[in-house]
């Protein structure tokens, strides 16, 4: 069941070690299918390059598997958690990725000063509370953190993004890394002047009508 979603998933789980974005087997993507409402999650414990299709899980909002033979992945909950509460997305991305954890390291959020991250998620990177790991205290504190945005750091352990599918989620997790490293490099240099809500709000919505194939107008450069 699921096979195209099933290898969506599995593709973009591919895709973090070779973005270096995760060491070992840490770090996990998901997607929802819209119609059915079930999720496909990596699996717990299994290195990225034994990845295939066959071996994602597929689990329903209250965790219980329905088809895999592996169990899924130890943030599954964290990710039905999510899924739960947000109707809006269908995919959502985790890692540890060094530049954008180290400010979640320090509890601060990444501020809003490149336009390549603030295109995609049309703010700065909020940082959450301390949160107890499982599924109910970190769940709740992404959620309150993002504020119905795609993107959160949790305290003291990495990076959470949304989107409306694997991909973009996964997308959005590549984004913010290389932000929060260019951003990181620049504050050693000083400080750095934030981009205005105002400007970032006229930039996220440019993006979203010219961006890829399918904006309304073609990009010119
Ligand atoms: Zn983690």
């Given at each position: 069941?699921?096979?195209?979603?099933?290898?969506?998933?599995?593709?973009?789980?591919?895709?973090?070690?070779?973005?270096?974005l995760v060491?070992?087997?840490g770090g996990?993507?998901?997607?929802?299918?819209?119609?059915?409402?079930?999720?496909?999650?990596?699996?717990?414990?299994?290195?990225?390059?034994?990845?295939?299709?066959?071996?994602?899980?597929?689990?329903?909002?209250?965790?219980?598997?329905?088809?895999?033979?592996?169990?899924?992945?130890?943030?599954?909950?964290?990710?039905?958690?999510?899924?739960?509460?947000?109707?809006?997305?269908?995919?959502?991305?985790h890692t540890h990725s060094?530049?954008a954890t180290?400010?979640a390291a320090?509890?601060?959020?990444?501020?809003?000063?490149?336009?390549?991250?603030?295109?995609?998620?049309?703010?700065?990177?909020?940082?959450?509370?301390?949160?107890?790991?499982?599924?109910?205290?970190?769940?709740?504190?992404?959620?309150?953190?993002?504020?119905?945005?795609?993107?959160?750091l949790v305290?003291a352990h990495g990076v959470f993004?949304?989107?409306?599918?694997?991909?973009?989620?996964?997308?959005?997790?590549?984004?913010?890394?290389?932000?929060?490293?260019?951003?990181?490099?620049?504050?050693?240099?000083?400080?750095?002047?934030?981009?205005?809500?105002?400007?970032?709000?006229?930039?996220?919505?440019?993006?979203?009508?010219?961006?890829?194939?399918?904006?309304?107008?073609?990009?010119?450069?």
């Amino acid at each position: 069941m699921l096979e195209a979603l099933k290898q969506e998933v599995c593709d973009q789980n591919h895709e973090l070690p070779r973005a270096g974005l995760v060491v070992g087997s840490g770090g996990n993507v998901s997607g929802r299918d819209p119609e059915s409402g079930l999720v496909v999650i990596k699996p717990s414990g299994v290195k990225f390059a034994k990845l295939t299709p066959d071996t994602m899980v597929v689990v329903d909002l209250d965790g219980n598997v329905v088809e895999g033979t592996l169990r899924p992945s130890v943030d599954t909950g964290i990710h039905l958690y999510l899924y739960r509460h947000r109707p809006d997305i269908a995919g959502i991305a985790h890692t540890h990725s060094p530049y954008a954890t180290s400010f979640a390291a320090r509890g601060e959020r990444i501020p809003a000063v490149l336009t390549p991250i603030t295109h995609m998620i049309g703010r700065d990177v909020p940082c959450s509370r301390y949160a107890t790991p499982g599924e109910v205290d970190t769940g709740a504190a992404i959620l309150e953190a993002a504020a119905g945005g795609y993107a959160a750091l949790v305290r003291a352990h990495g990076v959470f993004t949304m989107g409306k599918s694997a991909a973009e989620a996964t997308a959005i997790a590549m984004y913010l890394e290389e932000a929060a490293k260019t951003t990181h490099l620049a504050m050693l240099r000083g400080p750095v002047e934030e981009l205005s809500q105002q400007e970032i709000d006229r930039c996220y919505a440019w993006f979203r009508q010219n961006y890829g194939q399918s904006g309304s107008k073609p990009v010119s450069s």
